[in-house]
């Protein structure tokens, strides 16, 4: 099963807006509300920043949203900050021969 | 404290295996999912492997066949076994909390640091 599809890299500058795409199928992001998004900087472990499509967990910034559409989902970052600047993944629960299936990551550059 | 703490990463040959063991500690295992990620160096996180509280067992097409997973829940303790391994497979294995047993879904909200498997040639 193929990775979910994320922009390489994307950028802002501080205090702007930004939004991460996540394109998947019909096996996946289409078929459930099971997407969840990670924030992993240099060296240091993934954290999980949204689950169930946009759902934030205890402790995460409210600068973070989730949502989806068809077949694709969306993280945005509002109100940008320098530790903000951080590889993202995305992940989704699949129906395939697989379980589940991360994006390839995009990294973001705060300016 | 609520963690996770994966060992038994190590350097092997091709076609060597290797056990990777995951405790968890602060939280009774046996009310969770559990998942191996890995991310190879300078890769994407991939998911590995599954297994329920129950014991279902899922696997990522690239391992199924070659890498088992388990778990004691008594022992709070998860494991990999992996075997025939390849250059491929060379990672930071990482140990991660899915679900609560109890519900639906899909995601990771506990990770261990992870432990390295490097296959050389």
């Known amino acids: 099963q193929s990775a979910l599809t994320q922009p390489a890299s994307v950028s802002g500058s501080p205090g702007q807006s930004i939004t991460i795409s996540c394109a998947g199928t019909n096996s996946d992001i289409g078929a459930y509300d099971y997407v969840s998004w990670y924030q992993q900087h240099p060296g240091k472990v993934p954290k999980l920043m949204i689950y169930?499509?946009?759902n934030r967990p205890s402790g995460v910034s409210n600068r973070f949203s989730g949502s989806k559409s068809g077949n694709t989902a969306f993280l945005t970052i509002s109100g940008l900050q320098a530790d903000d600047e951080a590889d993202y993944y995305c992940s989704a629960h699949t129906s395939g021969t697989t379980l589940g299936i991360f994006g390839g990551g995009t990294k973001l550059t705060v300016l | 404290e609520v963690q996770l703490v994966e060992t038994g990463g190590g350097l092997v040959q091709p076609g060597g295996s290797l056990r990777l063991s995951c405790e968890a500690s602060?939280?009774?295992?046996?009310?969770?999912?559990m998942n191996w990620v890995r991310q190879a160096p300078g890769r994407g996180l991939e998911w590995v492997s599954y297994?329920?509280?129950?014991?279902?067992?899922k696997y990522a097409d690239s391992v199924r066949g070659r890498f088992t997973i388990s778990r004691d829940n008594a022992k709070n303790s998860l494991w990999l076994q992996v075997n025939s391994l390849t250059t491929e497979d060379t990672a930071v294995y990482y140990c991660?909390?899915?679900?609560?047993?109890?519900?639906?879904?899909?995601?990771?909200?506990?990770w261990g640091r992870g432990t390295l498997v490097s296959v050389f040639s």
């Open positions: 991660a909390r899915g679900v609560p047993s109890t519900i639906s879904g899909w995601y990771f909200d506990l």
């Open positions: 169930d499509v946009n």
């Open positions: 297994i329920s509280s129950a014991g279902t067992r």
């Open positions: 602060g939280f009774p295992l046996v009310d969770f999912n």
